[in-house]
T-cell receptor, first 115, second 110 residues
Framework: ETGVTQTPRHLVMGMTNKKSLKCEQH?????MYWYKQSAKKPLELMFV???????ENNSVPSRFSPECPNSSHLFLHLHTLQPEDSALYLC??????????????FGPGTRLTVL | QKEVEQNSGPLSVPEGAIASLNCTYS??????FFWYRQYSGKSPELIMS????GDKEDGRFTAQLNKASQYVSLLIRDSQPSDSATYLC??????????FGAGTTVTVRA
């Protein structure tokens, strides 16, 4: 396991529910990311935070709402989701934001099923 | 829209053989290239990064980059059953946005 943890690991929710995904990194990194991974599709970047400021919102529907209260924690608040939102949601962190050389460390993911 | 293409596989190789994975990308401005390994039910982990044309070797893994032809490949020598996983190619033009391929699934037969 890496220094990035995610909870819960599995989540089943109805379309009218509200839930939150939590990510915590213990690596002292300054940048954090949310990705969506659907079966047989490439990872999709959803949100990027650098030093608690959002720097990217990759055309994600408003039913997904991120929150970054500090550089170690990242949340993804979910409400009125659709069945097609069922996927593996991965959190990642990296030391710095700028430049492609910084490795992104991934958490174990939350497997989300929307009924 | 940056596109990264990989053969989905599955790529089946016998134990001890060389597994060869290919990746092509559409953005000529791409500068950094990564290979991630993802075991079933697990998160991706970085196994190789390459930034300049040519070969880069790390243990049993060799990454090859050809920017003129816009492809990057990964060779796994002496393949082991523990190498069975999905391998993700990722590229970036040196900003934080990694563009991933859908992955190639490798199965190493004992």
């Amino acid at each position: 396991e890496t220094g990035v943890t995610q909870t819960p690991r599995h989540l089943v929710m109805g379309m009218t529910n509200k839930k939150s995904l939590k990510c915590e990194q213990h690596l002292g990194h300054n940048a954090m990311y949310w990705y969506k991974q659907s079966a047989k599709k490439p990872l999709e970047l959803m949100f990027v935070y650098s030093l608690e400021e959002r720097v990217e919102n990759n055309s994600v529907p408003s039913r997904f709402s991120p929150e970054c209260p500090n550089s170690s924690h990242l949340f993804l608040h979910l409400h009125t989701l659709q069945p097609e939102d069922s996927a593996l949601y991965l959190c990642a962190s990296s030391q710095a934001l700028a430049g492609g050389g910084d490795e992104q460390f991934f958490g174990p993911g939350t497997r989300l099923t929307v009924l | 829209q940056k596109e990264v293409e990989q053969n989905s596989g599955p790529l089946s190789v016998p134990e001890g053989a060389i597994a060869s994975l290919n990746c092509t990308y559409s953005d000529r401005g791409s500068q950094s290239f990564f290979w991630y390994r993802q075991y079933s039910g697990k998160s991706p982990e970085l196994i190789m990064s390459i930034y300049s044309n040519g070969d880069k070797e790390d243990g049993r893994f060799t990454a090859q980059l050809n920017k003129a032809s816009q492809y990057v490949s990964l060779l796994i020598r002496d393949s082991q059953p523990s190498d069975s996983a999905t391998y993700l190619c990722a590229v970036t033009d040196n900003d934080y946005k990694l563009s991933f391929g859908a992955g190639t699934t490798v199965t190493v037969r004992a």
